[in-house]
C-alpha cells in the first residue's frame, strides 16, 4: 500500500500555553506572563486533504494508527483508511456499519482492521486479501473490539469484544466461530486494549487485565471516583509490554505487570499487577492518555463554570488540553501544558475526544480527534525548536544551534537563519551588526551578497557594509561598489578618499565615479578630498597629467608615490620647484634617487631661482658623493656661505676643488675671517693671513696653530713681533711654544715692566717643560747606551761561534770541495762570518772581507773568521 510521508501537513496550529500547576504545586503563584517564553514541548499540525472534506459532512468518532496509515472511524458507519497526511487511500473506503463505529482495532502487521458499532456487528476487513474477512453480528451494541496483535499470522484469528460481556472470539477447529465470556457482570466494556500477551479493559466498575497466556484475569483496578463512565469513558495505553497507563475521569494510574515468586503463587495468579504511580488531576477530566518517554501525555477537558439556572448544554466549552507530565506517587510536575484551538471546540465535551498513539512508531506522534478536527502532536524536533527561536527573534541562538546540529536539521539552514537575522537587524536599524553577520551568512555567494546590498540601499545605510563587503573571492557587480562610493561621495568625502585608495579600481567603472565627483564638485572646486580622490581616479585611468596636476595643486605628498609608482619622472621634470615647495625633503630624496632619470644639470637649470632648494639639492648630493658637485663647486661656497655659514670652512677644507679667487672675494664680503685666514694659507700669503688672526680674530691659539701647521721660522718671529704689546698674547705664547721656539728669544723681548697676568705661572710651566725636556734626554741616552752594549755583547758572542763545513761543501771561487780525504790535495781553509767558505790560495792576495758579500755589496758578517 503506497503511503505519503507523515512529516508533513498542511496546516500548523499553533498550542495556547496556560498556566496548569500540578496538584502539589498548585499553591505556589505563577507569573502567566512567563508561560509565553517557554518553549513548548510538543508540536501541533492539522491533519486536512481528503479528511478535512470528510469531516466536513461527517464525524470523526473513533481512530486507529499503524505505521503505514491511519484509519478512521466515523458516526455514519464508514470507516476511511488514509495515509498520514488525510488523503484517502484509493479502494480503502469501507461502509461497514449502519450507525457510529465504536472503537477500530488493527492487528500489529497492519494486514486486518477489526471495528464494532452500535448496530451490533463485528468487521474484520483484510486491506490486502479479503480471504480471512468476518463479520460477526451480536444481538447487542458491541462498544469495543480488539484483535490479537498476532492476527495476521494465527490460524486461530482471535479477538474479543465488548457489551455487557468481555468475548473471546475465535476460530476453532474445522473453521468454526467460538465465542468465550472472559468477564461480565460488571456493567458495559467500553474500551479494550490488547498488546501481547495482555489485555486491558474497563466497565462500568474497574478495569480489568487479562492474561492470555494463563488464560486467567490476574488483576482489577477499581476506579475511585463516582463519574458516569459513559460521559466520563476510561482512557487506556499500553506504555510497553507491561505498564499499562490508565486515565480516567480525573485519576490517572502507571501499573506494572510483574511475575510472582514462586513461593507465593498458592492458588494466585502467576503475574499481578502492581500500581507504581497515581496522581488525581483535580480541575479537569482526563480525554486521552500516552506516553513519552518517561513522561505520560494528557489530553484534558475543564468543565465550564455554570451559573445558577443556566442550561449546561448551552454554555461555552472551553479548549482542550495537551499536558505532558512527570508522574510520581500521589503528585505529578508539568512539564508542559497547552490549550488547544480545536474547530468548533466550544460545542464539545469530555466524551467527545480521543488521544491516539501508535506503539511501534519511534516518532511518538500522538492523535488529537474530536468529532470535526484531528491534529497531530509530535514532539518538537531541532528544526522546531530553531523555528521557535526565530519567531522569539531569539537569533543569535538560532544561528548556534544550526552548526551544532547541522545534520538533525531538515528545514533549517545556516544561511538561512542568517538571513532572516539581517532583516531583523535591518528592522531594528542595527546597521553594522547586519553588516559584519553578511560575512558569515553570504560567505562566497555573490547572489546572497547582491541581494544583502540591495537591502542595505532600500535603507538607505551602505555605509556600514562598505567595511565587509567582498572585493575579491566574489566579485560583485560594478554597481554594488558604485552605490556605495556614491554613498560616502555624498555623506562623507573622507572615508569615500579612503575607499577609493583601498579597492581595487577594476571592480568599478572608473569613469562613472569620476563623473560623479566632478558633478558633485560644481558647488566646492576646493574641496581637498574631493580632489585628492579624483586624482587617484585619474591615475588608474593612467590620465596621469590630470593626476599630477591635481596633486601639484594641492601640495599633496602623494604626488612622490604616483611618481615612483608609473615612473612619472619625465611628466615633472619641468616642475620641480613646484615640488620643492610643498615638501622639500620628498622632493629631494626623489631627485637623489633618481639621477639617471632627472639629470642633475636639468635640475640645477631650474633651482638657480631658487638658491634656497639649490643649496639643500646640492649639498644632499655632496653627502653621497663630492664627484656629482665638481662642477657646481663655486656655487657651492656661495650657497654656503649664503644659507649655512657653519658648514663653508669644512667644504673649504674638502677635497673638492673650486676656484679660489672667488671663495676669497666671497668670504672677503661677508667677512668670513677665520675661512679668510685658510684661503689666504692656502694661497701662501701667510703673513696676511697671521695679521688677520692676531689683529682682527685676537685668537692667539689660532695663531700658534697657524704658525704650527706651516712651521715657519719668520713666521714664529711674525708672532713674537705682533705679540709684544699683548700681555694675553705673551702669555699664550710662553704657554705653547716652547717646544717649536726657544722661549728666550720672547722673554728677551718683553718690555721693562710690562703687566703680564699669569706670567710667573707661564714661566714656572716654561721651567717645568725645560726639566721635562733635559729628563727626557737623560733618559733616551741612558736607554739608548744600555741598548749599545746589549747588541755589542750579542754582537762578540755570535761572532765568537764556531761553523761547520760538511764534505759537501764547495769553495766558492774554484767550485771544488772544501774538505778532501788526501793530504796531498790538502789546502788552507778561509771562512767568513757570513758562512761562506773559500780556499786559502784562491783567495787574492791582501783580501780579507768575502769575496761574494763584497760582489753583492752586502755590510757586516762578510769579514774572515779564520784561517786554516
Not at 442 to 451: G, R, S, V
Not at 508 to 516: D, E, G, L, S
Not at 566 to 595: C, G, H, P, R, T
Request: hydrophobic share 35%; glycine share 4%; with cysteine.
Amino acid at each position: 500500500m503506497a503511503t505519503a510521508s507523515h512529516g508533513e501537513v498542511q496546516d500548523e496550529i499553533k498550542p495556547v500555553a496556560e498556566s496548569s500547576d500540578s496538584e502539589e504545586g498548585s499553591e505556589e503563584g505563577s507569573d502567566d506572563s512567563d508561560e509565553y517564553d517557554i518553549e513548548p514541548q510538543l508540536r501541533y499540525d492539522r491533519i486536512s486533504n481528503d479528511l478535512q472534506s470528510i469531516l466536513s459532512k461527517d464525524c470523526a468518532s473513533c481512530l486507529a494508527v499503524d505505521s503505514k496509515f491511519l484509519a478512521l472511524g466515523t458516526h455514519w458507519g464508514s470507516i476511511y483508511i488514509l495515509d498520514f497526511l488525510g488523503n484517502k487511500i484509493p479502494g480503502k473506503t469501507y461502509q461497514t456499519h449502519t450507525c457510529t463505529v465504536n472503537q477500530i482495532s488493527l492487528d500489529k502487521n497492519g494486514d486486518f482492521v477489526a471495528s464494532c458499532s452500535d448496530d451490533g456487528k463485528v468487521k474484520i476487513q483484510g486491506l490486502y486479501s479479503d480471504v480471512d474477512d468476518q463479520s460477526v453480528t451480536f444481538d447487542r451494541p458491541v462498544k469495543s473490539v480488539a484483535l490479537d496483535p498476532e492476527y495476521y499470522k494465527a490460524s486461530n484469528r482471535k479477538f474479543v469484544t465488548g457489551d455487557d460481556r468481555l468475548i473471546l472470539n475465535e476460530r476453532s477447529l474445522f473453521s468454526r466461530h467460538k465465542m468465550t465470556v472472559l468477564h461480565q457482570g460488571e456493567g458495559t466494556v467500553r474500551t479494550i486494549k490488547w498488546h501481547g500477551d495482555f489485555i486491558a479493559w474497563s466497565n462500568n466498575v474497574a478495569v480489568q487485565m487479562y492474561d492470555m497466556s494463563t488464560r486467567c484475569r490476574i488483576t482489577s483496578i477499581s476506579k475511585d471516583h463516582n463519574f458516569r463512565p459513559d460521559l466520563h469513558p476510561c482512557n487506556l495505553h499500553w506504555k510497553d509490554d507491561r505498564t499499562l497507563l490508565v486515565g480516567w475521569a480525573n485519576a490517572v494510574k502507571e501499573c506494572t505487570v510483574k511475575d510472582r515468586k514462586e513461593q507465593d503463587v498458592r492458588d494466585l495468579p502467576r503475574r499481578y499487577a502492581e500500581i507504581v504511580t497515581m496522581f488525581s488531576t483535580t480541575d479537569s477530566m482526563v480525554c486521552g492518555i500516552a506516553s513519552m518517554d518517561d513522561k505520560m501525555v494528557l489530553l484534558t477537558y475543564v468543565k465550564p463554570e455554570i451559573q445558577p439556572g443556566q442550561d449546561e448544554s448551552k454554555v461555552p466549552a472551553n479548549r482542550p488540553n495537551l499536558r505532558v507530565v512527570k508522574p510520581f506517587m500521589n503528585y505529578f510536575e508539568d512539564i508542559s501544558n497547552d490549550a488547544l484551538s480545536i474547530r468548533n471546540y466550544t460545542t464539545y465535551r469530555c466524551n467527545d475526544y480521543h488521544l491516539v498513539q501508535q506503539n511501534e512508531r519511534e516518532d511518538n506522534q500522538l492523535y488529537i480527534v474530536s468529532p470535526r478536527d484531528i491534529v497531530v502532536a509530535r514532539p518538537r524536533d531541532m528544526d522546531d525548536h530553531v523555528a521557535w527561536l526565530i519567531e522569539h527573534e531569539e537569533f543569535e541562538e538560532a544561528l548556534k544551534e544550526t552548526v551544532d546540529h547541522e545534520k538533525e536539521l531538515k528545514k533549517h539552514t545556516f544561511q538561512e537563519v542568517g538571513l532572516k537575522f539581517i532583516e531583523y537587524l535591518l528592522e531594528c536599524k542595527r546597521y553594522e551588526d547586519a553588516a559584519k553577520l553578511c560575512v558569515k551568512v553570504c560567505k562566497k555567494n555573490k547572489a546572497l551578497w547582491e541581494a544583502q546590498a540591495y537591502e542595505f540601499m532600500k535603507k538607505g545605510e551602505l555605509k556600514p557594509l562598505a567595511p565587509f563587503i567582498p572585493r575579491e573571492d566574489p566579485i560583485l557587480t560594478p554597481a554594488i561598489y558604485e552605490m556605495i562610493l556614491n554613498q560616502f561621495l555624498q555623506t562623507d568625502q573622507l572615508t569615500f578618499l579612503q575607499l577609493v585608495k583601498e579597492w581595487p579600481h577594476a571592480i568599478y567603472n572608473v569613469q562613472t565615479i569620476i563623473k560623479a565627483v566632478l558633478d558633485k564638485m560644481d558647488n566646492d572646486r576646493s574641496n581637498k578630498p574631493l580632489l585628492q580622490a579624483l586624482a587617484e581616479l585619474h591615475s588608474y585611468k593612467k590620465e596621469f597629467d590630470k593626476a599630477l596636476a591635481i596633486y601639484v595643486r594641492l601640495k599633496h605628498k602623494d604626488v612622490f608615490l604616483l611618481i615612483n609608482k608609473y615612473s612619472l619622472f619625465e611628466n615633472v621634470s619641468d616642475k620641480i620647484v613646484q615640488l620643492m615647495e610643498f615638501d622639500e625633503e620628498n622632493a629631494v630624496k626623489m631627485l637623489m634617487d633618481n639621477i639617471d632619470k632627472i639629470p642633475i644639470d636639468k635640475v640645477v637649470r631650474q633651482l638657480e631661482k631658487s638658491p634656497k632648494y639649490l643649496y639643500v639639492y646640492l649639498h644632499k648630493l655632496s653627502l653621497v658623493d663630492n664627484q656629482y658637485i665638481l662642477p657646481y663647486a663655486g656655487n657651492m661656497v656661495k650657497l654656503y656661505a649664503e644659507f649655512d655659514p657653519p658648514k663653508l670652512l669644512p667644504f673649504l677644507k674638502s677635497s673638492v676643488p673650486y676656484p679660489l679667487d672667488m671663495a676669497l672675494e666671497e668670504v672677503g664680503t661677508r667677512q668670513f675671517r677665520r675661512e679668510q685666514v685658510f684661503l689666504l694659507g692656502r694661497m701662501g700669503n701667510v703673513k696676511q693671513a697671521l695679521q688677520l688672526i692676531t689683529d682682527e680674530l685676537g685668537d692667539v691659539d689660532h695663531a700658534i696653530e697657524f704658525c704650527k701647521e706651516n712651521n715657519d721660522q719668520e713666521l714664529w718671529d711674525d708672532l713674537i713681533q705682533h705679540s709684544l704689546d699683548k700681555p694675553n698674547f705673551i702669555r699664550g705664547l710662553l704657554n705653547n711654544i716652547g717646544t717649536h721656539v726657544d722661549p728666550t728669544q720672547l722673554i728677551d723681548k718683553i718690555r721693562t715692566g710690562m703687566e703680564i697676568p699669569g706670567l710667573r705661572d707661564s714661566l714656572v710651566k716654561i721651567l717645568q717643560d725645560y726639566n721635562l725636556q733635559i729628563s727626557l734626554r737623560e733618559g733616551c741616552k741612558k736607554i739608548l747606551v744600555a741598548d749599545s752594549f746589549g747588541l755589542m755583547g750579542r754582537l762578540i758572542k755570535t761572532q765568537k761561534k764556531a761553523i761547520s763545513l760538511e764534505t759537501s761543501h764547495v769553495c766558492q771561487m774554484c767550485q771544488e770541495r772544501i774538505l778532501v780525504t788526501e793530504i796531498r790535495h790538502a789546502s788552507d781553509i778561509v771562512v767568513f762570518f757570513c758562512s761562506h767558505a773559500v780556499h786559502e790560495m784562491c783567495l787574492p792576495n791582501g783580501m780579507e772581507t768575502c769575496p761574494i758579500c763584497t760582489t753583492q755589496r752586502r755590510g757586516p758578517g762578510s769579514g774572515a773568521m779564520f784561517g786554516k
